[in-house]
């Protein structure tokens, strides 16, 4: 059955609300025939016991004593309600208090142990058909005559089953019925429960392919789940494209300076007889093509950090292991071999909830922008503080001063592309990751001697084992 509503699911909700509905109600109609069934058997048991009853005691007040013998005139009247089932036979037999037959059908045979004067009911055959059959018992006690008489009166089971399996019939007539309007009602409810799926369904054919704003959520609590959930891929598809659009924008701005600057350089190396002037020519080329390459390296760690903040599954880093990849990694030897880099790390775990790949990206445009703005040494490390951890790069310079601090900072929060020079592209980029991973990026001069850029985020616990 779950495989089939599996399978219909695939085509139609309704066809499956449908089939569920109707193997409920066979169910149910087997469970409502078996009760029907059972209840029409004692309803029609307990009406025609009556009737047996009325026609023994019929039959019991009609015997007199005559002559010190009890003497019986049939009633035809004991047997008229009974005779109502023209299909069944009736029977009966009048016993003395020796269990001698008075009258009636020897063949009847009474249960064993019958004492007292209560009417007792019992089934037995007459003539090889079922029957069911009543005793009742009558006392007399007259001068010339004493003693008990029973009379037993029975009768087939033909009309009892017959109105039992009538009643059964009537009762899956209106459970038929009823199931059928419930089947409607169903339908007619399901196709009105997604009637908000439609008008979603027509509202997002009739969008622009570029329009990825969010949906009306004006629809039910059940649906608005889903809405949500599309809402959500809407703004991350989003932010995708606009980094996409963003990258190919800063891309065209960024690089149409320095790629002309090396043509032009090109045609002078081209034009130019005297070596000294084509050696310094190639000096200017080597220097715009290292920065050319510079630029294009964060660029694209840039648009590399913004699409993992979005489509990477955040796990637990421990910051210490990004300190040392990033100095093991060796990048600052070959950008200025002479600066002393020194790593410091603590002796527990800093773990931050982030993308490790990212973090690295960041710090690394950290340092880059220490080696080349500020003083030597230069120290990467990781501190944990209460609640908050922390990732940062600090040089021994004074930093900028306190009106171009601020510049920096503001050029993060603005809405449109960035286009700054490498320093300002490396913020960016770490402004980026903070604000990926919930965190912020702080710069600030410590106590007027050293530069600190610092990656700032919730802390958070090593999983239980």
């Not at 059964?168 to 009823?178: D, E, G, H, I, M």
């Not at 439609?198 to 392919?209: F, H, Q, T």
């Not at 503001?410 to 604000?435: D, E, K, M, T, Y």
Request: charged share 20%.
């Amino acid at each position: 059955m779950a495989s089939l509503l599996n399978r219909l699911g695939a085509t139609s909700l309704t066809a499956r609300v449908a089939l569920g509905v109707t193997f409920l109600l066979a169910f149910g109609g087997v469970i409502v025939s078996v009760a029907a069934f059972a209840y029409g058997r004692e309803a029609a048991r307990s009406a025609y016991d009556r009737l047996l009853v009325g026609a023994a005691n019929d039959i019991a007040s009609a015997i007199a004593v005559v002559d010190g013998s009890p003497v019986l005139v049939l009633p035809h009247s004991a047997f008229e309600l009974l005779a109502l089932a023209p299909d069944d036979r009736i029977g009966y037999r009048i016993l003395g208090p020796d269990g001698e037959t008075l009258t009636g059908y020897d063949e009847i045979v009474l249960p064993d142990g019958l004492t007292g004067f209560q009417d007792v009911f019992f089934d037995a055959p007459f003539f090889g058909e079922d029957a069911r059959y009543v005793v009742v018992s009558r006392q007399f006690a007259e001068r010339t005559w004493s003693g008990t008489v029973r009379i037993v009166v029975g009768q087939t089971l033909l009309a009892r089953e017959a109105m039992a399996f009538d009643i059964t019939r009537k009762a899956l007539y209106v459970l038929a019925a009823s199931g059928f309007a419930m089947m409607l009602l169903a339908v007619l409810v399901v196709r009105a429960v997604f009637n908000p799926l439609k008008r979603i369904a027509s509202g997002l054919a009739a969008r622009d392919p570029h329009d990825l704003t969010p949906l009306d959520t004006d629809v039910p609590r059940e649906t608005a789940i889903m809405i949500q959930a599309l809402n959500g891929f809407m703004g991350r598809l989003d932010r995708q494209m606009n980094s996409m659009r963003h990258l190919i924008s800063d891309t065209a701005h960024q690089l149409r300076t320095p790629v002309a600057a090396l043509r032009a350089q090109a045609d002078l190396f081209s034009d130019e007889k005297d070596p000294e002037r084509r050696e310094r020519v190639v000096e200017r080329i080597q220097t715009r093509s290292s920065s050319l390459g510079r630029l294009l390296d964060q660029m694209l760690s840039q648009a590399l950090v913004i699409h993992r903040g979005d489509s990477v599954r955040r796990e637990r880093v421990d910051l210490r292991d990004v300190v040392l990849d990033v100095f093991e990694d060796g990048d600052h030897t070959v950008l200025m071999p002479h600066m002393e880099v020194v790593p410091t790390v603590a002796d527990h775990p800093i773990l931050v909830l982030a993308d490790a790949t990212s973090l690295q990206e960041a710090v690394k445009n950290l340092l880059s922008n220490a080696l080349k703005y500020g003083r030597a040494p230069v120290r990467i490390g990781a501190t944990l503080e209460g609640d908050t951890a922390s990732i940062w790069v600090e040089d021994s310079g004074g930093g900028p001063d306190p009106d171009v601090l601020s510049a920096l900072g503001s050029r993060f929060n603005q809405a449109g592309p960035i286009r700054q020079n490498s320093s300002g592209l490396g913020l960016a980029i770490a402004h980026a990751v903070a604000n990926s991973f919930e965190g912020r990026l702080v710069l600030e001069k410590r106590q007027g001697k050293t530069f600190r850029a610092a990656l700032i985020f919730p802390a958070t616990k090593a999983e239980s084992s």
